[in-house]
């Protein structure tokens, strides 16, 4: 049973080096496992989608990098700023010829660096028009979208395209464009994910995220606890390790019993591992008890040992779908 069976519309996000790409990909993966058509989108122009895939870097179209298990298919859309305002002066405007020139004479830039709620506007924009498409005449039609999104940092203030643009349109197609936004993002049909690891800065940049999600009235989905490490200490030796009073004789023996010849500064390095190992363990459950707290469904996925590859997408994609999130 799915954890949000009214959303169509996922947005990933998460602190940089926590892995929200990879989640995203992975989370597109496992809702075409289930044998729905996906749109997977980045807003950054990173390309880390096509790296993921090991596909060519992708153009401003809908380009397909993956058949999932159940019969659904993941496609890819990285979203331009300036393409998507030429796709929009023609859209509202039918303006196309004027956008290509503007962008030869480089006006799309300096109009999106004096007003950057301007872009946020049409990246956003552009997400929505594919999560609502109604009619296959109007492109391909979608049963969910993830959107990449840019990090918990900036996320309130990207999503917010209605005070973004409230200096700089009171009404018109912007300003329309800003409120259907809104009112998608607002609605059932939207959750916003955060990724994060079970250390103190991501942690606390989730629990900040969630309250300025909160606070604009953002519907936030998921917490995404990513690259988690299994304990290899039992729970009732952490406190010793951390202590560094587990039994040297003990290692000995275990060591003896494996064949390998154990001394004094064997067993020190091992003791001093085991009570860096039990720290770690320590604190990952103190900040598990910090994330229990914000009171959001979280789901845990493993660190990949051999990186995130197509094959580890697959892992982490069945692993969401065993927690309900796809």
Do not use: C, W
């Amino acid at each position: 049973m799915t954890l949000f069976p009214g959303v169509k519309l996922h947005v990933v996000t998460g602190k940089g080096g926590t892995g929200k790409t990879t989640v995203a990909a992975a989370l597109a993966l496992s809702l075409a496992n289930a044998g729905r058509q996906v749109l997977l989108t980045e807003a950054e122009g990173r390309q880390g989608i096509a790296q993921l895939f090991d596909t060519p870097p992708l153009p401003y179209e809908e380009r397909r990098v993956a058949v999932g298990d159940g019969g659904g298919e993941v496609y890819a859309l990285a979203i331009d700023p300036e393409a998507a305002l030429i796709e929009y002066l023609e859209k509202f405007y039918n303006l196309r010829r004027a956008g290509s020139a503007l962008k030869r004479i480089g006006a799309i830039d300096f109009a999106t660096t004096i007003a950057p709620g301007l872009r946020d506007v049409l990246l956003t924009g552009k997400v929505m028009e594919a999560a609502t498409r109604a009619r296959r005449g109007g492109g391909r039609l979608y049963d969910a979208v993830v959107l990449d999104a840019p990090p918990t940092g900036r996320i309130a203030r990207f999503l917010n395209v209605n005070a973004e643009v409230a200096g700089l349109a009171r009404m018109g197609p912007v300003r329309q464009q800003a409120d259907s936004v809104m009112n998608l993002l607002r609605s059932r049909q939207t959750a916003v994910h955060l990724v994060t690891l079970l250390e103190e800065m991501p942690v606390q940049e989730t629990v900040d995220g969630v309250a300025e999600l909160d606070a604009i009235g953002l519907p936030v989905g998921a917490v995404l606890v990513n690259m988690v490490r299994e304990p290899m200490l039992p729970a009732d030796s952490l406190d010793l390790a951390v202590a560094g009073r587990l039994d040297a004789a003990g290692i000995t023996a275990g060591l003896k019993r494996v064949g390998i010849e154990s001394n004094d500064r064997l067993v020190a390095a091992l003791m001093a591992e085991a009570a860096e190992h039990a720290g770690r363990v320590l604190l990952e459950a103190r900040e598990r008890e910090v994330l229990r707290d914000l009171g959001r469904p979280r789901l845990e996925l493993p660190l990949l040992a051999d990186g995130a590859d197509l094959a580890g997408l697959h892992e982490l994609a069945g692993r969401l779908a065993e927690q309900g999130l796809a």
